[in-house]
């Protein structure tokens, strides 16, 4: 299925709650090509060096807000070790793009439009309220304003994030070739019309 | 073929040369709905009994940008006539959105949005490269690095003027519904994914 492709290759960025992890499952199953989140983290560990801890710590979110910014600023040892774990990153990234994929986050677009590599890049998105449902479920027992405050500084951290690492703004359309508001098309729609691009027919 | 749509309106804002207008077309044909442009820009001459040369020349630049930041700094005449010709515009995308129909520019997503009048908006785009066959048509005779310039130019107006207007940059996706790269996915597919949403069908 998946030797026809007219994109093999496809980043997924996202909101925090947009429903990217569940669209990035739902295409693995229709187009036959395996997707990489959090797990693919682990096989950085391998690659770099690392301890499994110091790579889950630092995910997207470089560990805290205050921590990163004051590493930002000076320059310390452990602002250094996330540089290189971005790196081990995206040596990963480039290896997985060489087979038909499904990348979430980590920046994949950027990486991977730096080294050369075509692949259809998507930002997912929606209101705070659709992505409330979702956040409920993540975090059993809150209320909804504390939720909301999740949502807001994952967002933060993954902007902060993004713009470190690839000097642009992530909520910038020009950075991807489709975004989708997932609460006003809906998340089966959303996988149609990605599918749809994927493979490039009708 | 109106009756049924699940999203009767759509604001389009688009890159010069990205074919939004071309887009609006294939729509408006297939949708069996009106789409409104510069042409609309009179019935706002009607509607606020401005000149029509005052309202051609402000369209969606102003004039010109220096004109434009220098009217902004010190809040003349010249501009305040140009947020009276935007009031008079607000009224008429009000009242146009009281039937199905496609509206291209003149910040309708927010205007709608400001208004409590629900619509679908789009974002169009593309690369230098795909939108300089489509300058070449619009300006012939000119060599490719004075057509970028116009691009560039023309781009950077319609920006000013959305931020002006609507206090967002018309960069950053959360304005949006969806936004597409239709050089990337292309004009008649671009088109068959706002149809698709629009119906609300599949």
């Given amino acids: 299925m998946a030797d026809n492709l007219k994109f093999p290759v496809i980043t997924i960025g996202?909101?925090?709650?947009?429903?990217?992890?569940?669209?990035?499952?739902?295409?693995?199953?229709?187009?036959?090509?395996?997707?990489f989140d959090k797990d693919f983290v682990k096989k950085t560990?391998?690659?770099?060096?690392?301890?499994?801890?110091?790579?889950?710590s630092e995910g997207e979110s470089i560990s805290s807000l205050s921590l990163f910014i004051e590493n930002f600023l000076n320059g310390t040892a452990a602002y250094n070790s996330y540089d290189d774990i971005f790196e081990a990153q995206k040596h990963v990234i480039v290896n997985l793009a060489k087979e038909p994929c499904i990348i979430v986050g980590r920046c994949a677009d950027f990486v991977l439009k730096e080294a050369g590599i075509p692949s259809l890049d998507v930002f997912l998105y929606a209101e705070t309220d659709f992505k409330l449902k979702r956040a409920a479920e993540l975090h059993?027992?809150?209320?909804?304003?504390?939720?909301?405050?999740?949502?807001?500084?994952?967002?933060?951290?993954?902007?902060?994030?993004?713009?470190?690492?690839t000097g642009h703004d992530s909520y910038d359309f020009s950075n991807y070739d489709l975004?989708?508001?997932?609460?006003?098309?809906g998340v089966e729609k959303c996988a149609d019309i990605i599918e749809d691009i994927v493979r490039g027919t009708r």
Same sequence: chains 1, 2.
């Fill in 14 to 35: 996202r909101e925090y709650c947009a429903y990217g992890r569940t669209i990035a499952r739902i295409l693995s199953e229709r187009l036959d090509i395996p997707y």
């Fill in 45 to 56: 560990v391998i690659e770099s060096g690392f301890s499994e801890d110091e790579v889950n």
């Fill in 140 to 165: 059993p027992g809150n209320d909804t304003a504390h939720l909301k405050k999740i949502m807001k500084k994952q967002d933060e951290l993954r902007r902060i994030y993004y713009k470190h690492y």
């Fill in 179 to 185: 975004c989708l508001n997932t609460g006003i098309i």
